[in-house]
Structure formats: structure tokens, C-alpha cells
T-cell receptor, first 111, second 113 residues
């Protein structure tokens, strides 16, 4: 399927565990982004990537790690999950004309 | 359309009426703006965009108005339908297709039967 896909859709993990959220796009867009969405804060940028092997911090990067070895994949890793990282995570890519295209999100609960 | 505390501002509109959702943007250097729609359980979806050299742009049933003097953006939805129920976000780029978008906190549109 063409588009941007995130996995898993839902995830429950324990405090202190490492967890990786996957993001895959089929268009070969250069820019990709990770946002978290929380009540009262809207969408906040965690990390973004301008191309393969180029990543940069966003507004709330602490506790997260990203990599971009291939243009189409942009995984987000929580190295040691905390309850404050319970959130809905959205991946997005930037197309040439139509702003960002978002995935369907991953709802992560840290217990 | 900025949120206060934990609650999004909500606009309730009768089905068939027109809806107007407002947004105050923050950066006077922003010159590219986008409206997104987010339905429950889904990611934000592009609706319409506008560049700062325009005051108005129309799409299918939607119109975006830009007032740079007061840094205000609005989204008008004609003949509102039940499927328009969602949270609407405005977003700004400091340059056209800059690498980062700044999102507003959103307005919830509720359609009354």
C-alpha cells in the first residue's frame, strides 16, 4: 500500500523497558518527523530527519533516539520508557506540495 | 482557536450551516500556512494551504482566509456535514516548505443534528 505506515498501532510496556516505534513511507520523501500528541499540548516535535543519516532534535527529544539508515524508514526508540512518555505518537513525511502526511499513530502506554 | 488548559475550544454548528474556525499564529515571518483535520483515532490530514502572498484560497467546500496584519487565519467550511466532526489544526512554516511546521493546539468542531 502506498503511504505512510506506523507499527505497532497499540503498545503497552513497562517502565524502564526499551521500545521501538516503526515508521515506513513509500514515496521516498526526504523529510520525516516524529510527533507526540498529548491533551493540552497538541502536537510536539520529537525528532526529524532531512534525509538518510541526517537527524535533528525537535522540541521534546529527551529520552528518545532515532535513526535513518534508509530513506523510507524512521524508527523512534524509547531507551528506557517512563510513564511521562505515555502518549500517541505520529510519524509524518513531507511531500513536495501538500505539507505533511501523517501515519495513523501509535498509542503507547507505559505502566 | 488556541486551547486553554486541558480542554480544546469547541465549536458547535448545526448540520448544513457554515463553520468558521479561527487561528492566531505566532510568527510574523511565517509565510506558508496549512489547515489539518484530525478525526478521532486517526492522524492529522491535510485540508488546504495558503501562502502569504494570498488573502484567500478556496477548495472544495473549504475556504482559508489569511490576515497578515493581525496574524490571523481562518477556515470556513460550507454546508457543514456530520463527517466534518473533527479537531482542526492550523500550522505555519517560517518559510515555504521549511523543515518544521509549528502546529496550533486545535479546535474541536461538533456537528449538531
Amino acid at each position: 500500500d502506498a503511504g505512510i505506515t506506523q507499527s505497532p498501532r497499540y503498545k503497552i510496556t513497562e517502565t524502564g523497558r526499551q521500545v521501538t516505534l516503526m515508521c515506513h513511507q513509500t514515496w521516498s520523501h526526504s523529510y520525516m518527523f516524529w510527533y507526540r500528541q498529548d491533551l493540552g499540548h497538541g502536537l510536539r516535535l520529537i525528532y526529524y530527519s532531512a534525509a538518510a543519516d541526517i537527524t535533528d532534535k525537535g522540541e521534546v527529544p529527551d529520552g528518545y533516539v532515532v535513526s535513518r539508515s534508509k530513506t523510507e524508514n524512521f524508527p523512534l526508540t524509547l531507551e528506557s520508557a517512563t510513564r511521562s512518555q505515555t502518549s500517541v505518537y505520529f510519524c509524518a513525511s513531507e511531500g513536495p506540495n501538500y505539507g505533511y502526511t501523517f501515519g495513523s499513530g501509535t498509542r503507547l502506554t507505559v505502566v | 482557536g488556541e486551547s486553554v488548559g486541558l480542554h480544546l475550544p469547541t465549536l458547535s454548528v448545526q448540520e448544513g450551516d457554515n463553520s468558521i474556525i479561527n487561528c492566531a499564529y505566532s510568527n510574523s515571518a511565517s509565510d506558508y500556512f496549512i489547515w489539518y483535520k484530525q478525526e478521532s483515532g486517526k492522524g492529522p490530514q491535510f485540508i488546504i494551504d495558503i501562502r502569504s502572498n494570498m488573502d484567500k484560497r478556496q477548495g472544495q467546500r473549504v475556504t482559508v482566509l489569511l490576515n497578515k496584519t493581525v496574524k490571523h487565519l481562518s477556515l470556513q467550511i460550507a454546508a457543514t456535514q456530520p463527517g466534518d466532526s473533527a479537531v482542526y489544526f492550523c500550522a505555519e512554516h517560517s518559510q515555504p516548505r521549511d523543515d518544521k511546521i509549528i502546529f496550533g493546539k486545535g479546535t474541536r468542531l461538533h456537528i449538531l443534528p
